[in-house]
């Protein structure tokens, strides 16, 4: 057990919806990414938080927003969901800013169905 | 980011030691060296990290080349719960690479 829990662990929704996908990290830690994982692309990042603020950005669609509360969970909104969003989601987080030699502890997903 | 290059697949016994190697010609010299690995359903997990002198942990070792162009990840003794992807990714020291980018790493398959 990574510490870091995802909720829901499976959802299905149809095409054009809205979902949020939420992650609270390992007690303490202050950065939180979120990652989607699909077959054909394998592990993408799509975002990371530090302490509440956007840190980095990677191949995050329009679409798609993230915020992290000063509880420090974080959400994932997906909106005008299209059946290629369906893929497996992880977050991670890590005690700081993600420095070069900084551990990332990883949820076990939640898998999206968009049909 | 620089790349690394990983074998797509391999095999292994139970109890035998498993050589996973990766390439990094491009590797700068700020660049760590990480490994994580996943496990079917579940997500991604830390091995082991190094950047020139070898490393050990209670997983795994990390050998690095002198050159540090390739390294290689040494599990002592494999058993059934370590088959998984195994993913070599490089992690700059200097920029802003606060995000971990996962190629396609190596499916290690651990025979009984």
């Known amino acids: 057990d990574s510490g870091v829990t995802q909720t829901p662990k499976h959802l299905i929704t149809a095409t054009g919806q809205r979902v949020t996908l939420r992650c609270s990290p390992r007690?303490?830690?202050?950065?939180v990414y979120w990652y989607q994982q699909s077959l054909d692309q394998g592990l993408q990042f799509l975002i990371q938080?530090?302490?509440?603020?956007?840190?980095a950005k990677g191949n995050i669609l329009e679409r798609f927003s993230a915020q992290q509360f000063p509880d420090l969970h974080s959400e994932l909104n997906l909106s005008s969901l299209e059946l290629g969003d369906s893929a497996l989601y992880f977050c991670?987080?890590?005690?700081?800013?993600?420095?070069?030699?900084?551990?990332?502890?990883f949820g076990s997903g939640t898998q999206l169905s968009v049909l | 980011d620089a790349k690394t290059t990983q074998p797509n697949s391999m095999e292994s016994n139970e109890e035998e030691p498993v050589h996973l190697p990766c390439n990094h010609s491009t590797i700068s010299g700020t660049d760590y060296i990480h490994w994580y690995r996943q496990l079917p359903s579940q997500g991604p997990e830390y091995v082991i990290h190094?950047?020139?002198s070898n490393v050990n942990n209670r997983m795994a070792s990390l050998a690095i080349a002198e050159d540090r162009k390739s390294s290689t990840l040494i599990l002592h003794r494999a058993t059934l719960r370590d088959a998984a992807v195994y993913y070599c990714?490089?992690?700059?020291?200097?920029?802003?690479?606060?995000?971990?980018?996962f190629g396609k790493g190596t499916l290690l398959t651990v025979n009984p």
């Open positions: 938080y530090y302490n509440g603020e956007e840190r």
């Open positions: 190094g950047l020139t």
């Open positions: 990714i490089l992690r700059d020291l200097g920029g802003s690479n606060y995000k971990l980018t």
């Open positions: 991670a987080s890590s005690p700081h800013s993600g420095g070069v030699g900084e551990k990332l502890f």
């Open positions: 007690s303490g830690d202050l950065s």
